[in-house]
T-cell receptor, first 114, second 115 residues
Framework: AQSVTQPDIHITVSEGASLELRCNYSYGATPYLFWYVQSPGQGLQLLLKYFSGDTLVQGIKGFEAEFKRSQSSFNLRKPSVHWSDAAEYFCAVGARGGGNKLTFGTGTQLKVEL | ETGVTQTPRHLVMGMTNKKSLKCEQHLGHNAMYWYKQSAKKPLELMFVYNFKEQTENNSVPSRFSPECPNSSHLFLHLHTLQPEDSALYLC??????????????FGEGSRLTVL
């Protein structure tokens, strides 16, 4: 069965600093990987996804993520964080042949200090 | 109306009450989902409907009863709930074409409190 681990429950960064949120997955075949963001009182919104091809994917709001098969990781990055990026971030994995189900991580809560 | 709309946004109910959560999607998608979001736990997939047919029931207790009358509407009927069922219930939709899972579009959720 596929699984997703987000090792960091909380992360605090200063506005303007760079950000990296970690995500590790467990799945035998090539996974389909997603990052979602959830602002307080809101549903989840897709930031970016990786299906195949270029292992560095660009998303909305200036985010990018890199798929590293050797490390089973799909870390989310942003070069300069804005105060409006404070939210909870979820990594998710799906699989071909696994239907349209996604398995989510427990999330990382990002706090941005001004 | 655009996207995925959930009502009510907040619900407080006693353990003996019967209530329903409603979800409507205006995206023309063919798949709809219920997820449960509890503090410090991963999102838990509860039910999946593809083309109005239930294709996934993730061992959900029978006190949760889903209904999908058409591809645009999804309900979650609640009865005899327990306090541990208090959570944020998220509805989502996607366009399912087989193969790779599609992007999920989420509603804002229904915050349920069971007293």
């Amino acid at each position: 069965a596929q699984s997703v681990t987000q090792p960091d429950i909380h992360i605090t960064v200063s506005e303007g600093a760079s950000l990296e949120l970690r995500c590790n997955y467990s799945y035998g075949a090539t996974p389909y990987l997603f990052w979602y963001v959830q602002s307080p009182g809101q549903g989840l919104q897709l930031l970016l996804k990786y299906f195949s091809g270029d292992t560095l994917v660009q998303g909305i709001k200036g985010f990018e993520a890199e798929f590293k098969r050797s490390q089973s990781s799909f870390n989310l990055r942003k070069p300069s964080v804005h105060w409006s990026d404070a939210a909870e971030y979820f990594c998710a994995v799906g699989a071909r042949g696994g239907g349209n189900k996604l398995t989510f991580g427990t999330g990382t809560q990002l706090k941005v200090e001004l | 109306e655009t996207g995925v709309t959930q009502t009510p946004r907040h619900l407080v109910m006693g353990m003996t009450n019967k209530k329903s959560l409603k979800c409507e999607q205006h995206l023309g998608h063919n798949a709809m989902y219920w997820y449960k979001q509890s503090a410090k736990k991963p999102l838990e997939l509860m039910f999946v409907y593809n083309f109005k047919e239930q294709t996934e029931n993730n061992s959900v207790p029978s006190r949760f009863s889903p209904e999908c009358p058409n591809s645009s509407h999804l309900f979650l009927h609640l009865h005899t709930l327990q306090p541990e069922d208090s959570a944020l219930y998220l509805c989502a939709s996607s366009q399912w074409r087989g193969g790779a899972p599609g992007e999920l579009f989420f509603g804002e959720g229904s915050r349920l409190t069971v007293l």
